[in-house]
């Protein structure tokens, strides 16, 4: 009797146990990753979860896999449960991480780096090889980390610009967008007289406090107005006060010519609710699908954000949306080493790169974008991508400090959103702001 | 006879109690361990901080507006659901056939995925939704998520929609144990049907009442899939709970140690404030003589 008692007892608990023990994956990444006795390599390899991108890769791993038949790259989609940050970190703690993964960027490369979750890449044989034969010796040096390390090897950068209803500007007597702040407020108001139910930016992020948020609205303003000024170095906050006061108070003298939507709105540049948006180049394949009437030239237009009056427009910096790719400290070494091989592999040929533009619009983080030829047939046949190009030199990285989305969540909390509902005046919230950030980073 | 009836109990339990040790004594012995140190789940070393993530927690602001986000909640969500549900389930229960159609009909809101359902609310309340458009033509604007208490609102209307079947399932159970000579005597003696529902429904549906509100007010802890796609949190915290809290410092600032302080808090405020709300239901309860 109490035997049949133990073993009813035995059997869930046994289930339970084993399914405590498993990792949750049945194919237990780490130990895939080791090289098995025949020399054989995976790589296991975590894609942006797009399909675009998750083909690509597919693609080049297939094409690898030909030519090196001992090595295996897996690739499989970041989850989103719910963002693929949070998967990420997951993944580390469970120990269940991939040997690489892209769509990183230099914010979370530095919240994993300061954790030793990274490999520096330079530390791997062969890195400037990927480096050199890629043309990236310019594009890759402003994403040196503070402990001079690199950690991420840049896949795309984009320059990120503004878009603007060039149709709805023409109504109003413009055949260019305004490049400093006086004339956009003087287009405002323009816009306002005629089209009281339009504003010149209609986006519900400008007053969500959301970290990232602030790449697409205060650091392209800000990037402009202080000339790339670096926000924080290391641990300190060295923003630019005067460019940092100048910016809000743009925002707020657009605020009170009634210029700011910061409501939910559904494709408010594509309705034309709003004749201004912060604008990647990853828009132009939704468009295609969505909105097929959007023509570059003929409805919309591209500038590099509007800069504070007395300043050359033509010194205007942006904020460079950029991502790369990462490897896993936790990986082991032989699948580490295989994995910068890939990627040296991938790079090493430009035919690649245009294939990755071709298909995602995303510009490939090079020094030779605009001159190489394998990439001008692009170009020609996308005018549109073109200022994206011309202004990856102008284009400002977002820091590297492991607290950034403290940071930019104070951002958005002390300063930007306030000023956008007209809650402070700009001095003191840029003073608020940077009291907040100073505590933080001690 | 009553120590293999013992057995029996215990081992039909064993699966979930063996499933509640690992998978909710564990974690949470593990999250107060971890409440004490600075650790983010991927550095390999970590320093115990002592009492540094509840001090710092108490001076949050986000911890703070999460405290008192949840009772605001609570204001919105709980008489909004708990009304919604008794209406259903009084009209359910007076339908003379395919009460169980109907029923299945009101539940499945709660089957819903909070994404989806969030993302519907999102564009049927965006500025240029033909609702929006129709108001603004007759004078009313309206930013339904940029307000504290709209977007409060909002969310809360969500939810008692997504609760309202289930918890009319449970109110309509209450309504079926309810013997109906009570009803006929009374109307044979002329009560009216408003004085029906005062002095013989609402007594006796107590017990179903008492359970409805008890996981009403409980879920108002746990608020955060509609918050995170609707609100974010937002407008200036006005629509951040405890989960949204915990989530951001967790996952976001990748804060382990400091999200489990906030989690201990949060168990703590749901613990003391339902162990209240059960007491002030149960002395509601006898004041008026329904237990």
């Not at chain 1, 070494?333 to 533009?357: C, G, H, R, T």
């Amino acid at each position: 009797m109490r035997r049949k008692w133990t073993a009813l007892w035995a059997l869930p608990l046994s289930l339970v146990m084993l399914s405590a023990c498993s990792t949750g994956n049945p194919s237990a990444q780490t130990d895939t990753q080791a090289p098995s006795a025949d020399g054989k390599v995976t790589v296991e390899f975590w894609a942006a979860p797009n399909p675009t991108q998750q083909a690509f890769w597919q693609e080049m791993a297939e094409a690898y896999k030909k030519e090196n038949p001992n090595v295996t790259i897996n690739v499989s989609a970041i989850k989103e449960s719910p963002t693929s940050e949070a998967s990420i970190q997951a993944a580390i703690a469970g120990k269940d991480v991939p040997t690489m993964s892209e769509n990183i960027n230099r914010g979370f490369a530095a919240q994993l780096a300061n954790s030793k979750a990274l490999v520096a890449l330079d530390t791997l044989e062969g890195f400037d090889d990927a480096v050199k034969s890629r043309s990236m010796t310019n594009t890759i040096e402003s994403w040196k980390f503070s402990d001079g390390h690199q950690y991420v090897l840049p896949i795309y950068s984009n320059a990120m610009l503004f878009g603007w209803r060039i149709d709805t500007l023409k109504e109003l007597g413009y055949n260019e967008p305004p490049k400093t702040y006086s004339e956009v407020l003087e287009l405002t108001k323009k816009l306002k007289e005629k089209y009281p139910d339009k504003y010149l930016w209609a986006k519900a992020d400008l007053v969500d406090p959301t970290a990232w948020k602030r790449w697409f609205d205060f650091f392209m303003l800000y990037d402009a107005a202080s000339g790339g000024n670096k926000f924080v170095e290391g641990d300190k906050f060295t923003g630019d006060d005067k460019a940092g006061v100048e910016t809000l108070t743009f925002v707020d003298q657009l605020r009170q010519s009634k210029g700011l939507l910061a409501q939910n709105v559904t494709d408010p540049f594509e309705t034309g609710v709003g004749v201004f948006t912060d604008l990647g180049p990853w828009m132009f394949t939704t468009w295609a699908e969505k909105f097929p009437e959007m023509k570059y030239g003929d409805n919309y237009t591209l500038s590099m954000p509007p800069v504070p009056d007395g300043m050359d427009p033509a010194d205007s910096k942006t904020f460079a949306d950029t991502k790369g790719l990462v490897i896993y400290a936790q990986a082991p070494a032989e699948a580490q080493k295989a994995a910068l091989a890939f990627a040296k592999w991938v790079y090493s040929d430009p035919q690649n790169d245009a294939k990755w533009f071709e298909k995602t619009m995303l510009p490939p983080a090079r020094d030779d974008l605009s001159d190489n030829e394998a990439f001008k047939k692009i170009l020609e046949a996308n005018p549109q991508l073109q200022p994206y190009a011309a202004n990856v030199p102008n284009a400002v990285p977002s820091m590297d400090n492991a607290k950034f989305n403290e940071i930019q969540t104070l951002i958005g909390q002390e300063a930007f959103n306030k000023v956008v509902r007209g809650e402070i005046d700009p001095q003191t919230a840029w003073d608020n702001m940077k009291k907040a950030i100073e505590g933080e980073l001690q | 006879m009553n120590s293999n009836n013992n057995r029996l109990g215990w081992t039909f339990a064993s699966p979930y109690l063996i499933y509640s040790l690992v998978f909710f004594l564990g974690p949470l012995l593990w999250s107060f361990y971890l409440a004490f140190t600075n650790w983010d789940m991927i550095a390999p070393t970590y320093e115990f901080v002592v009492f540094d993530n509840f001090a710092k927690a108490f001076r949050s602001e986000g911890v703070q507006s999460a405290f008192w986000v949840t009772y605001k909640f609570m204001l919105v969500f709980v008489p909004l659901v708990v009304a919604m549900s008794l209406v259903v389930s009084v009209l359910i229960h007076g339908l003379p056939r395919f009460k169980s159609l109907f029923l299945i009909g009101f539940f499945l809101p709660y089957l819903s995925s909070g994404v989806v359902s969030a993302l519907i609310v999102k564009g049927f309340l965006s500025y240029n939704s033909p609702l929006n458009e129709g108001l603004r033509a007759i004078g009313i604007g309206i930013d339904w998520l940029g307000g504290p208490w709209s977007a409060l609102f909002v969310v809360g209307l969500i939810m008692a929609w997504k609760f309202t079947g289930y918890y009319a399932l449970i109110l309509t159970s209450g309504l079926e144990n309810i013997d109906r000579e009570i009803y006929e005597a009374a109307a044979i003696d002329g009560v009216s049907s408003t004085a029906r529902f005062w002095r013989i429904t609402l007594p006796l549906l107590y017990p179903a009442l008492y359970t409805t509100l008890i996981l009403a007010f409980g879920v108002t802890f746990s608020i955060f899939t509609e918050v995170y796609q609707l609100t974010g949190g937002g407008p200036n915290f006005a629509t951040n709970t405890w989960q949204m809290e915990i989530f951001s410092q967790a996952f976001k600032n990748l804060q382990a140690g400091y999200a489990s302080a906030i989690a201990l808090l949060a168990s703590l405020a749901t613990f003391a404030s339902i162990f209240l709300i059960r007491k002030l239901l149960e002395l509601w309860g006898k004041r008026n003589g329904w237990v």
